[in-house]
């Protein structure tokens, strides 16, 4: 039988529609929530993102801006951009789109992002709160995962989670909450002999290692829940993710698709994340 199909759009909808909702209760109060962007280089997928970022901000109400600045960005100039929008009153949340140019300090812009605008929830403060399970801003791409989950009535506790990769965009932050989901975690990466061997074991199994066709189907439990973070483009050019989408359906009992599975739920989530912020530098929470 086949898997159910896990709609990233349909999901990401409904939590836009709660979002939106917030935003005009918000609005009642004369709080207009605002997100900052900033966009180094022109990398063409970055580009993408933030422009469907910007969408998102748009259909719910949320005032947004895109600050862009040229591939050559010295750090001292991001840093300053960052420090301005900082001390802003009227911008609740900032996010520095990844990957910077080689030439700059990720590490180094992470930390001067105010903490309580930090609507990635990448700045160390943050994965700390995350960490120990107090965190109110939570990491876009994993909290997507997880409303994913508990949308379709997936439960997670007693699971076996097999998360693949160990970024701290995705892997670190997707145990973690899987963790705290009272699920039993295991994170594998690329020094892991015997990938299958574990696979094979996850009753969840969450990808995000960037390699198409990565998991094959008899890698794959049967009835097992797929979630595939990753974006790839394949040799004709289309996007996919690192599972094997149609064999591996036929094992599975429910799979994200690439697009239109978790690449929606990131951007929904940095929406519910800047109404948090917004609510929190108001006093509200
Ligand atoms: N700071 N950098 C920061 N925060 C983030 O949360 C991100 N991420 C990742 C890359 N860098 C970041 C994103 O925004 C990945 N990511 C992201 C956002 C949106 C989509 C995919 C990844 C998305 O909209 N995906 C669509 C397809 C888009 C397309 O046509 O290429 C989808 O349906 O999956």
Redesign the pocket.
């Known amino acids: 039988m086949a898997a159910k199909r896990i709609d990233?759009?349909v999901i990401s909808a409904a939590v836009l529609d709660r979002c939106a909702a917030e935003v005009a209760a918000l609005k009642e109060k004369n709080i207009e929530p605002c997100l900052a962007v900033i966009l180094v280089g022109e990398d063409p997928?970055?580009q993408?993102?933030v422009r469907?970022?910007q969408r998102a901000c748009e259909r719910i109400g949320v005032r947004s801006f895109t600050i862009q600045l040229p591939a050559d960005t010295d750090q001292q100039t991001l840093l300053d951009e960052v420090a301005k929008l900082n001390a802003d009153p009227a911008v609740h949340g900032i996010?520095?789109?990844?990957?910077l140019p080689r030439s700059l300090d990720e590490r180094q812009l992470l930390l001067a992002i105010d903490p309580k605008k930090d609507v990635?929830a990448?700045h160390p403060v943050n994965v700390g709160q995350i960490t120990i399970g107090s965190a109110k801003l939570l990491p876009?791409?994993p909290a997507g995962v997880m409303e994913m989950l508990r949308y379709e009535g997936i439960e997670v506790e007693g699971k076996h989670c097999v998360v693949l990769g160990r970024s701290n965009?995705v892997g670190k932050p997707m145990a973690l909450l899987l963790l705290q989901a009272n699920g039993t975690v295991t994170i594998c990466h690329s020094r892991t002999p015997n990938l299958a061997a574990y696979t094979r074991q996850a009753d969840i199994l969450v990808c995000a290692v960037g390699k198409e066709k990565l998991i094959t189907a008899d890698m794959v439990k049967p009835g097992a829940v797929l979630i595939d973070v990753s974006?790839n483009r394949n040799a004709e050019g289309k996007?996919c993710g690192d599972v094997d989408f149609d064999p591996v359906s036929e094992v599975a009992s429910a799979i994200t698709p690439?697009?239109?599975?978790?690449?929606?739920m990131?951007?929904a989530m940095?929406m519910q994340n800047t109404i948090t912020a917004a609510k929190q530098q108001s006093g509200l929470i």
């Not at 996010?95 to 990957?99: D, F, S, T």
């Open positions: 990233g759009k997928a970055s993408v993102y469907n970022k996010l520095c789109q990844l990957p990635d990448f876009c791409t965009i974006i996007l690439v697009p239109g599975g978790v690449g929606p990131t951007i940095l």
